[in-house]
């Protein structure tokens, strides 16, 4: 029996920014199978998250490979890379990076108006975008405010509900609870990780607070 593809594959990565003396980040492998939760640890300037953009197609490596889903991602131009990221790679940044003017609901439903698979695998988008915040514990007389009147624990869950819509096989976070106390971090990780089983998505989250590494299957740290 032949074993399914890894939603992610690093092969002898290397990457350093252009012009740089040494190289910022040296990783040889790392495997993460499908619907697997990865917690990616490690002090300021280790690499997180640009390995997390190397991950995401956003970088490519000087030498070595990334495979999502089975797909080397350096034998995509930058459009299709795009594609790719847009079709199947759920995104929680850590500013949230939200769009302040538009209200709740029409940021969770963003992914939905830049992929057309988003939009099929979410069925009906307004319905699964309602679901989704309502799993995350939002309020929902808050689905007609724009972004910028939320607090910081409501915008986390939006982008939260973005990043989920419509069913990404991979979902990437960087560092999204760095604003939060320990008890509504360890809170959010769990209603995150269910929601991310629910879809059958694997999760790569960049984190600086090892406590929260418990939450997860996999644990990788990065040296300074």
């Given at each position: 029996?032949?074993?399914?593809?890894?939603?992610?594959?690093?092969?002898?990565?290397?990457?350093?920014?252009?012009?740089?003396?040494?190289?910022?980040?040296?990783?040889?492998?790392?495997?993460?199978?499908?619907?697997?939760?990865?917690?990616?640890?490690?002090?300021?300037?280790?690499?997180?998250?640009?390995?997390?953009?190397?991950?995401?197609?956003?970088?490519?490596?000087?030498?070595?490979?990334?495979?999502?889903?089975?797909?080397?991602?350096?034998?995509?131009?930058?459009?299709?890379?795009?594609?790719?990221?847009?079709?199947?790679?759920?995104?929680?940044?850590?500013?949230?990076?939200?769009?302040?003017?538009?209200s709740?609901?029409?940021?969770?439903?963003?992914?939905?108006?830049?992929?057309?698979?988003?939009?099929?695998?979410?069925?009906?988008?307004?319905?699964?975008?309602?679901?989704?915040?309502?799993?995350?514990?939002?309020?929902?007389?808050?689905?007609?405010?724009p972004?910028?009147?939320?607090?910081?624990?409501?915008?986390?869950?939006?982008?939260?509900?973005?990043?989920?819509?419509?069913?990404?096989?991979?979902?990437?976070?960087?560092?999204?609870?760095?604003?939060?106390?320990?008890?509504?971090?360890?809170?959010?990780?769990?209603?995150?990780?269910?929601?991310a089983?629910?879809?059958?998505?694997?999760?790569?989250?960049?984190?600086?607070?090892?406590?929260?590494?418990?939450?997860?299957?996999?644990?990788?740290?990065?040296?300074?």
């Amino acid at each position: 029996m032949v074993a399914p593809t890894p939603a992610l594959a690093v092969h002898d990565l290397e990457f350093r920014w252009a012009g740089g003396a040494s190289f910022l980040l040296r990783l040889p492998k790392l495997t993460l199978h499908r619907g697997r939760s990865l917690f990616l640890h490690g002090p300021s300037g280790s690499g997180k998250s640009t390995l997390l953009n190397l991950i995401g197609g956003v970088l490519l490596p000087t030498k070595g490979r990334v495979e999502l889903l089975g797909q080397p991602l350096c034998g995509l131009s930058a459009r299709r890379r795009d594609a790719f990221r847009a079709d199947h790679l759920g995104f929680i940044f850590q500013q949230f990076n939200l769009l302040p003017y538009l209200s709740v609901l029409d940021n969770v439903l963003l992914p939905c108006r830049f992929s057309a698979r988003r939009a099929r695998q979410a069925r009906d988008p307004q319905a699964e975008a309602r679901r989704l915040l309502g799993a995350l514990d939002l309020d929902p007389g808050l689905l007609g405010r724009p972004a910028a009147a939320l607090s910081v624990g409501q915008q986390q869950r939006v982008a939260a509900a973005r990043a989920l819509i419509g069913q990404p096989e991979i979902l990437m976070a960087d560092e999204p609870t760095s604003a939060l106390d320990a008890e509504r971090q360890a809170a959010f990780v769990t209603l995150l990780l269910s929601e991310a089983r629910r879809a059958g998505s694997s999760v790569v989250f960049v984190s600086h607070d090892i406590r929260l590494a418990s939450h997860f299957d996999q644990l990788m740290v990065l040296d300074a």
